[in-house]
C-alpha cells in the first residue's frame, strides 16, 4: 500500500470549506473524487485543517492510500487537469505508513489580511477583511504580545468545538503593513482550536479600534469565556499557509516537488 502525502493550494471562495458535507461542494469532495478517477477504487482522504468556508490555503497537506503504481508527477499533473480552477495539487509524495496530516503536525502558520482604508475594494473582497475605521497599531501589537504563549484558549474557540483540551501554544504573532492598505496578521502555533485564529484577529482588531483594552486581553484569557473575547474575523481574510513536521515525521520517501 502507498501513503501518498499532498500538498494543496485553494481559494476558498464559493466552496464550503475542507471537510466533506451535504450543502455544498468542498475541497475534500473535489480531492476523493478526482483521485477516485485517476485510481480507479474509493478514495478517502484526511486533512491537517479543517478550514472554514471561505477560507483559503497555499500550504493545506493531504494523505490518502492507494496500491496503484501511477507515478506521483502523474498524480499531481492529472490531479490538477481535473480539479476546479479553485483547488490545484502543489506537491505529492510517498511517507511512511506512521504519518498523518494532522496527528503528526507539529505547528501550523496561518496568514489574516485586513484592508485599511476609508473605501472598499472589489479586489480584495474575497481575499481580506475590510475595515473602515482606524486601527491603533501599537494597541494591536500588545494584544498580540498578550496572547502569545502557552494558555488555556476557551474564550478563543466557536461553539462545537470538540477539542479534549484548550490548552494551546502560540509561538508568534506579527503584525506587518504591506503595501495596498493591507495589514498581514502572521500567527504560528503548535495547534488551534476551532475558529481560534479569527477570534484572535477580531479581538486584536477590537484593541485597535478601541472597543477593546489590550490589558482586558489576559482577563479574557483567564476567564475561559467566550462572550468575553472579541468579535470573530470574517473567513475570507484567512489562509493556511504552511503546516510543519519537525522531527522527521512526514519526512517524504519519493517526492515530485
Not at 214 to 221: K, M, N, R, S, Y
Request: hydrophobic fraction near 35%.
Amino acid at each position: 500500500m502507498r501513503h501518498i502525502r499532498l500538498v494543496v493550494e485553494y481559494d476558498g471562495t464559493g466552496l464550503h470549506g475542507w471537510q466533506r458535507q451535504a450543502n455544498g461542494p468542498t475541497v475534500q469532495q473535489h480531492l476523493e473524487e478526482v483521485l477516485a478517477t485517476l485510481v480507479q477504487h474509493e478514495v478517502r482522504i484526511s486533512g491537517a485543517s479543517r478550514t472554514d468556508a471561505g477560507v483559503h490555503a497555499r500550504g493545506q497537506v493531504a494523505l490518502f492510500h492507494t496500491e496503484r503504481t501511477i507515478p506521483l508527477h502523474g498524480i499531481r499533473r492529472g490531479g490538477n487537469s481535473l480539479l476546479p480552477d479553485q483547488i490545484a495539487i502543489r506537491e505529492a509524495a510517498e511517507v511512511d505508513e506512521d504519518f498523518h496530516p494532522r496527528h503528526s503536525a507539529t505547528g501550523k502558520h496561518y496568514r489574516y489580511t485586513i484592508l485599511r482604508r476609508a473605501d472598499r475594494s472589489p479586489r480584495f473582497r474575497d481575499r481580506a477583511w475590510y475595515h473602515s475605521d482606524p486601527l491603533d497599531l501599537v494597541a494591536m501589537e500588545a494584544a498580540a504580545l498578550a496572547l502569545t504563549g502557552e494558555h488555556d484558549f476557551a474564550a478563543f474557540r466557536s461553539a462545537g468545538c470538540a477539542a479534549k483540551t484548550t490548552v494551546r501554544r502560540v509561538e508568534s504573532i506579527v503584525l506587518t503593513p504591506g503595501s495596498d492598505d493591507l495589514l498581514h496578521v502572521d500567527i504560528r502555533g503548535n495547534a488551534f482550536l476551532r475558529q481560534m485564529v479569527r477570534i484572535m484577529v477580531g479581538t486584536i482588531a477590537d484593541c485597535g479600534t478601541g472597543d477593546l483594552l489590550p490589558t482586558q486581553v489576559p482577563e479574557i484569557l483567564a476567564s475561559l469565556d467566550r462572550t468575553r473575547a472579541g468579535r470573530t474575523a470574517p473567513p475570507q481574510g484567512l489562509e493556511l499557509v504552511e503546516v510543519r513536521y519537525d522531527g522527521g515525521r512526514g519526512k517524504p520517501r519519493r517526492s515530485d516537488v
